[in-house]
């Protein structure tokens, strides 16, 4: 419908520009069309007039008056009027919203997806744990997020490769060995020799012990056999790693999480991609040496400070294998990349942007674009539960799928903007009643796959939905208008949603889709004596359930016949 108005205003401006009140060479200002707040104004306004005013040398009321009245006639437009200096308000016909209904059911799964990617390859990575220890919450709000990204982009046509980058290098795998080790040879927790950094999680005791026994996991198609040598910290260090590797995919898979790449940081160095990048930033002048150390004039692309790249012993700080990692993404064909990260990473997010920029390879500004994340306050019978069974220290995401599902977990973790703090009550999300967002959206679609039943119970015809469309004008009651209102919505919010890399949109639009849904069905009977009233009620149901179910799809959610 806004496509479908911003193209009626484009004529009157060419119009307009053909009768000489507006220039020929007019630069088009970026005007919006955007809905009503309040109905009683109309169903859209936009603001073109008011920045037409300027290259027009009018009033902006007179300008809104010339549009109005070059304006092409359009059967879904009932009326148009100008409010305050200059809004254009567009009234819209019922039919335009029986016309939008009728394309619900037209399109199908289809409906509300665009193609403003033009099939353009977009990298997303998300959750990119290390290999220590299951997923914890704060990873599944990361999976959450990141896979809702993705799958909205894919709905407006981009061409989108999941990533996840292992940081299989470092002090923390270091850890991860000789925590393993010391297990392996006995020692636990709090006893003497135990590493003082070491992992305290029983899950460590389980590596040790399948490393005995000489298990053999698979991880990345590669199978690793355990040892069984407890003296042997390389070969531990990467039965450890395969072994946590593994289960943090089958926690992705119980979360419905794939990806198409797999990205190892041991691999720039093995592949020499580190050295390379370091050298082209030494080719292109943005380095220098002092105190028998490297520095980047990070300063020279908004930094508050330059930065050391290699320390005066010779090794790296962290962020140059990130600036060599995301050049490898921009040499992989990647046109755009997002990263979601906790917001602890946002230290680092100025320098990595800056050392690709020092590259000069024709990275635009503003590549990689970053989605930050807060934390996640696990409560149950009101009290925050701080720790796991298994992990010791923490919450993993499997407690959270075992002790709620897959799909309110998901929920759950994507139902707030991702820069604000979440609390997740597990006791809210077990819950079946209408307190539970989750199950309020799913009833909303096995309520309409119920009435579906009845109808054959009572031996009634299927529904006709040609005819229910044709009778759509009986559709005007208050909940009737505002349910069709709700379903024309769907593919702007995709659009903001996608546009802004805001997944949550989606699970507030469904949660309020389905009140609208509820409130109908409270309000009016579905199946009565009347067949043309019925088939029209029940094909608008009809349509909202196809709305439901497509937007429980993009956030990786089930859509249940029955509840």
């Given at each position: 419908m806004k496509e479908a108005l911003r193209e009626l205003v484009l004529t009157a401006i060419r119009t307009l520009?053909?009768?000489?009140?507006?220039?020929?060479?007019?630069?088009?200002?970026?005007?919006?069309?955007?809905?009503?707040?309040?109905?009683?104004?109309?169903?859209?306004?936009?603001?073109?007039?008011?920045?037409?005013?300027?290259?027009?040398?009018?009033k902006p009321r007179d300008v809104a008056e010339k549009l109005v009245a070059a304006l092409p006639v359009n059967a879904a437009v009932a009326k148009v009027d100008i409010a305050g200096p200059g809004f254009i308000n567009f009234f819209l016909a019922p039919t335009a919203y029986h016309t939008e209904t009728a394309r619900i059911l037209a399109e199908g799964t289809t409906y509300g997806r665009n193609r403003s990617g033009a099939g353009h390859t977009v990298g997303v990575e998300f959750v990119s744990a290390n290999p220590t220890g299951p997923l914890h919450v704060g990873h599944g709000r990361a999976a959450a997020i990141g896979d809702c990204i993705a799958r909205l982009l894919e709905a407006s046509g981009w061409n989108v490769k999941r990533e996840f980058y292992y940081n299989d290098a470092g002090v923390q795998i270091q850890n991860l060995a000789i925590s393993t080790q010391a297990r392996a040879r006995g020692v636990a927790p709090g006893d003497a020799g135990w590493p003082e950094d070491g992992y305290r999680g029983d899950y460590i005791a389980d590596v040790a012990r399948a490393y005995l026994t000489g298990d053999t996991v698979i991880a990345d198609g590669q199978a690793i056999t355990g040892a069984k040598n407890p003296d042997d910290l390389e070969a531990i260090r990467h039965f450890a790693v395969a072994c946590l590797r593994r289960e943090q995919d089958l926690d992705l898979q119980a979360f419905g999480v794939g990806f198409d790449v797999y990205f190892l940081?041991?691999?720039?160095?093995?592949?020499?991609?580190?050295?390379?990048?370091?050298?082209?930033?030494?080719?292109h002048g943005h380095t220098y040496e002092e105190g028998g150390a490297l520095w980047l004039r990070t300063t020279d692309f908004g930094d508050d400070k330059d930065r050391v790249m290699r320390k005066s012993d010779g090794t790296y700080t962290y962020f140059v294998p990130d600036v060599a990692y995301h050049r490898s993404k921009w040499l992989r064909g990647y046109e755009r990349a997002i990263t979601e990260l906790g917001s602890d990473h946002h230290g680092s997010l100025a320098r990595v942007k800056a050392g690709l920029q020092a590259l000069d390879c024709g990275i635009p500004n503003g590549w990689p674009e970053y989605v930050?994340?807060?934390?996640?306050?696990?409560?149950?019978?009101?009290?925050?539960?701080?720790?796991?069974?298994?992990?010791?220290?923490?919450?993993?995401?499997?407690?959270?799928?075992?002790?709620?599902?897959?799909?309110?977990?998901?929920?759950?973790?994507?139902?707030?903007?991702?820069?604000?703090?979440?609390?997740?009550?597990i006791d809210l999300a077990r819950s079946q009643s209408n307190d539970n967002p989750v199950y309020y959206i799913q009833y909303a679609h096995a309520r309409v796959c119920r009435v579906l039943e009845e109808l054959a119970e009572r031996g009634l015809p299927p529904v006709d939905t040609q005819a229910g469309i044709a009778q759509m004008a009986r559709l005007d009651s208050e909940p009737e208008q505002i349910l069709l209102t709700e379903l024309s919505r769907y593919p702007e919010v995709v659009e903001t949603a996608a546009n802004n890399l805001e997944p949550h949109l989606i699970a507030q639009y469904l949660r309020e889709l389905a009140g609208a849904l509820h409130s109908y069905y409270h309000e009016h009977k579905w199946i009565v004596d009347d067949a043309a009233l019925r088939h029209a009620r029940i094909t608008l149901a009809l349509a909202t359930r196809q709305v439901i179910r497509n937007g429980l799809d993009l956030l990786g959610l089930s859509a249940p016949e029955k509840m």
């Open positions: 520009q053909a009768e000489a009140v507006l220039p020929a060479d007019l630069d088009l200002p970026n005007f919006v069309i955007e809905r009503a707040r309040n109905r009683d104004h109309g169903d859209f306004a936009t603001n073109a007039a008011m920045l037409l005013a300027k290259p027009a040398r009018a940081e041991s691999s720039l160095y093995t592949d020499g991609k580190v050295e390379e990048t370091v050298r082209e930033l030494i080719a930050l994340h807060q934390m996640v306050t696990v409560m149950r019978g009101g009290e925050e539960v701080k720790i796991s069974k298994r992990a010791g220290s923490y919450v993993t995401l499997r407690d959270l799928i075992d002790e709620v599902g897959r799909d309110a977990t998901r929920y759950f973790l994507i139902a707030r903007k991702g820069d604000s703090q979440l609390v997740f009550d």
